[in-house]
């Protein structure tokens, strides 16, 4: 006779959720990072039960789902209320997860924000320019991007503060979308910076990425070459804004340089901090 299979909201303490762990004979592969981001949003507490978060038991007591949420209920020291459900099929957990994970981005699109998956992308980025900034005093950085994984709901707080700044960085940049010879990704980190995050003049700044999408005829052509050179050894965004910040720098500053050189030890955080126009 197959078991009932029973659905409770059950109050799980860090203690019942080790103890859940530890009775468990069917450990799935971990994500740390997985686990980081729950433990984040429960600690924040924005973990609530909306009938989708839970824990799932298979008829023999193994967990069938929830076991990186019970791991980041130990650590997050969160007493965290969920659906559990009991009872399911042993083989049921190989159906599970198996549907597309929604995304800010989806939530962006629900609201009628255009390039959803670009401004979602660009708020990554900003985030960790951003705690960059304020680690080093003011110098931005993005070296640690991809490793920056904020869950969907650490992405919800953190758009209203910088949702202006990012659709018009977005609109903005659809001007250089054809003829842009990088990153498109660095192009629109780097319009935010010098527009949204600076406010530098929007003359000063448009005049600087036509040179990089175009070319320069002026004394600082030979700048703008080398720049590109650098785009086509390296197409990841966090080098291309390094290269950006480093020749916009020279071109306010009136710098003569001979070549674009990498930094001893390789690019890292923070970048240099960026110049403002005289």
Known sequence: MTPTITYISEALTPELAQKYLDKNKLNRVIRPYHVKQLADDMRADNFPENGENGVTFDWNGNIAGGQHTLMAIVDSGKTVTLRVTRGVAPDARYTMNDSLKQRFADDLHAAGVGRSSDSEALLRKV?????????????????????????????ATEWPTYAAGIVNASQAAQQWHTVWPGNRGAMVMMLWVL????????????????????????????????????????????????????????????????????????????????????
């Open 195 to 278: 527009r949204e995050k600076f406010g530098f003049p929007e003359d000063v700044v448009n005049d600087f990425f036509s040179r990089v999408s175009y070319g320069s005829q002026d004394t600082d052509a030979v700048l703008f070459q080398r720049l590109r050179a650098k785009f086509s050894k390296d197409d990841s965004a966090p080098a291309q804004v390094f290269w950006l910040v480093r020749v916009w720098n020279a071109w306010i500053g009136d710098e003569a340089l001979t070549k674009l050189q990498e930094p001893k030890g390789g690019i890292t955080d923070p970048y240099p901090k960026v110049r403002r126009p005289r």
């Open 127 to 155: 985030i960790v320019w951003e705690r960059v900034a304020r680690e080093y005093k003011g110098a931005g950085g993005l070296m640690g991007w991809r490793g920056n994984k904020p869950s969907r709901a650490q992405l």
